[in-house]
C-alpha cells in the first residue's frame, strides 16, 4: 500500500516529531515518533507500523537533517511502533530487554500475518536496556530509561539532555485515553508515572505515542485516572467480578473500552499480589 509523505515538525530544541497514518485495518488512525538531531547523528523514536514505515520516517529525517540517522529506541514492543524497525537502517536500536522475545513471540507473529507482512520481516534491536542506556549525537544526550511497568512490560521514556521534552510512548495518551491490553501491568501503572512526573517541571513538554504533545499537569490527570482503574479492578477482581459485568458494576475513571482488553490481566495480578492462604491454616 502506497504511503503519504511523512514530515517533521519541531518540538523543542533539537526535537522533532512527525504522525504517521496507519495503513492497515483495525489499528490506530496514526502514531506519533519522534527525533533528535544532534551534530554527529539523528536518533529515532519509534519506527512506525511497517517497514515501509520505517523506510519513509529515515527519508523524512534526510530532509530535515544532513547528519545520518543512527539510532532509533522503540518506547515498547507494541507493532505500531516497532514493526518499522527495519526499515530505519539505523545501527543500532534499543529496546528494553523483553523487547526481543516479545517480538519473536506469537503475538507479533500473529499481527504480522494480520498486517499482511513476512513473519521475518521484522528487526530486532542490537541493544537491550534493563534500567537506562544513553547515546550521544554529539553535542546532545539522550536516555532511555525503564521506570517501571505499566502499558507493557518494557516501556521506555526517553530522556533529552537540556531540551525540556520527554517522549513517553503510550504511558500516556492524548488522541484518547490510555490503552490497556493484556500485557499491561494495571497495578503498576501509577508508579510509572509517578517516576515519569519526576522527571518533568512546569516548563517540560511530554511527548505521548499517539497525539498532541501533554504538560505535567495532564500528566497528573492521567496519573490519577490509572490509580483509579487499579483500584477499581482491585475491587471487582475482591468480589470476583468477571469482565462480563465488569463495566455496569465498576465505577470507571477512564472509558471501560480502553481498560476491557487488560482487565482479566489486572485481576490475575491483583489475586497473585495477594496473600496465599492454604488449609490447614493452623
Known sequence: MSQSLILFHALGD??????????????????????????????????????????????????LTRVPLTSVILTHWHYDHSFGLIGTGAATSIAHETVRQRLTGPEAAAETVRLGLEPDSLGLPTRDVAVVAAVDLGGVRVEAVHLGRGHTDGDLVVVVSGSD??????????????????DSFPHEWPATLDGLIGLTTERTVVQPGHGNPLDREAVFDQRGRVAAVSGEISRLAGLGVG?????SRGDWALPFAAVRAGYDAGCAQFRGAGPSRA???V
Not at 521534552?165 to 493484556?182: I, K
Not at 469482565?243 to 463495566?247: F, G, N, P, Q, V
Open 165 to 182: 521534552v520527554v517522549f513517553a510512548g503510550d504511558l500516556v495518551e492524548s488522541a484518547g485515553p490510555p490503552q490497556y491490553g493484556p
Open 279 to 281: 488449609l490447614p491454616l
Open 14 to 63: 533539537c526535537t522533532y516529531v512527525a504522525s504517521v497514518p496507519f495503513d492497515g485495518e483495525n489499528g490506530p488512525a496514526e502514531v506519533t515518533c519522534g527525533l533528535v538531531v544532534g551534530s554527529d547523528g539523528a536518533l529515532l523514536i519509534d519506527a512506525g507500523s511497517t517497514p515501509e514505515q520505517g523506510r519513509l520516517l529515515r527519508l523524512a529525517a534526510a530532509q
Open 243 to 247: 469482565l462480563t459485568d465488569a463495566e
